[in-house]
């Protein structure tokens, strides 16, 4: 993808102390700009702009995207031109392979093999990078590795979006990378080596399931669950429009009310979802013991839930007594300081495409080794 990047757009390489993290999936785009600190890390801007349109849409109107992108950056005060994006979910293959490296083959080489071979006549066609997946044991020859893949049509297009809005792309990332930044910034003390988690985000269209362990990316999987799924369930069954559907399960989603307060709504719900949150349960299920299995038993220290439908009241409990392990929700904002006010804090919180900026934001800060 850095090749990619430098062939498309050659302005990108110039230098920027912090560049902006940003995100664009669905309907939103979300940015975030850290400051170095003596401390560490703050957040000196962060935003989110419903686009009112998929994101897609704006590769045929890139005047209109760039005059929202300039009152977006206007208002939330964003410092300079550059760069470092996600690539879209919706256009991105992410993937794990396993390879072996013969005698004088690198682990690129030999990853290339293999996507090659899994891949066929495809792969000539898209843009491939990959982050191996730490083993363990160093000894072990068979290794793994997490594969970002993407057409590279695909790839060419959101680089002129962006490019044609006035930015300036350093680089190209992956949702997972990002929040594993984010998680391994919420407990410094513990030091990134030692934190593992599975995070879980249900998507408008799919799930995301990624296993951070240590500095590593794992594991990052995509599975057919989904808020629209949820929601379609819910307006077929109580003949409910799409958007009163979606603000009942804000408001109640399979909270246990208690005693003569229990609603008859609560009941619906819970039991309407419930059901629906046996396949992310057992999903969830397999991919904690794949975890434990590629780390000698020893399996994450915490689940976390991203995203606004990780927040239905009762989600976060009910997934805790299908996986008999505490499932906490990812606040990315209180990973560092920053000058939002509370109100403002809850309102930017949920959004996925927050936690991921702040985590982009992140590698521009730090490196691409961060």
């Known amino acids: 993808m850095r090749r990619l990047i430098e062939q498309a757009a050659p302005r990108v ?3 920027a102390s912090s560049p902006v993290g940003l995100h664009l999936g669905g309907e939103r785009l979300s940015a975030a700009q850290m400051q170095p600190t003596p401390t ?9 702009l419903e686009l009112g349109c998929p994101w897609y849409a704006m590769l045929a109107e890139p005047r209109r995207f760039r005059r929202a992108l300039d009152q977006f950056w206007h208002e939330h005060g964003f410092r300079g031109r550059q760069v470092v994006a996600a690539m879209p979910q919706e256009q991105l293959k992410v993937f794990t392979v396993e390879y072996t490296a013969t005698q004088g083959q690198s682990d690129a080489e030999a990853v290339a093999s293999e996507v090659r071979e899994r891949l066929k006549s495809k792969g000539r066609n898209l843009v491939v990078d990959f982050v191996p997946v730490r083993q363990a044991s160093p000894d072990e020859r068979s290794r793994e590795a997490v594969v970002a893949a993407a057409a590279r049509e695909d790839v060419t ?20 990378m990002a929040l594993k930044r984010v998680v391994t910034s919420l407990e410094p003390e513990t030091g990134p080596d030692m934190q593992s988690a599975l995070l879980i985000y249900v998507g408008a269209t ?6 951070v362990w240590g500095r590593r990316l794992m594991l990052d999987r995509s599975i057919e669950f989904s808020e629209e799924r949820l929601v379609a369930r819910v307006t077929r069954l109580l003949e409910l429009p799409e958007h009163a559907a979606k603000r009942l399960l804000a408001e109640y989603g399979v909270r246990a009310t208690q005693g003569p307060h229990q609603g008859e709504m609560d009941a619906v719900l819970r039991e309407i979802v419930g059901s629906e949150l046996q396949q992310l349960k057992a999903e969830a299920s397999k991919t904690l013991h794949y975890a434990a299995s590629r780390t000698r038993g020893n399996g994450v220290d915490r ?3 991203v995203g606004a439908v990780g927040r239905f009241p009762g ?5 805790s007594a299908g996986l008999g392990k505490a499932v906490g929700i990812l606040d990315p904002l209180s990973a560092f300081p920053h000058n939002l006010t509370k109100e403002e804090a809850a309102v930017l919180s949920p959004h996925y495409g927050v936690a991921v900026a702040l985590g982009l934001a992140l590698r521009g800060l730090s490196g691409p080794g961060r």
């Open 157 to 176: 297009a959101f680089l002129d979006l962006l490019g044609n809005a006035g930015l300036q792309v350093q680089a190209l990332d992956i949702a997972g």
């Open 13 to 15: 390489l110039g230098a």
């Open 206 to 211: 799919s799930s995301q399931l990624m296993v």
């Open 40 to 48: 560490g890390a703050a957040i000196q801007s962060v935003g989110s």
């Open 303 to 305: 689940i976390l839930l």
């Open 315 to 319: 989600i976060a409990e009910v997934l």
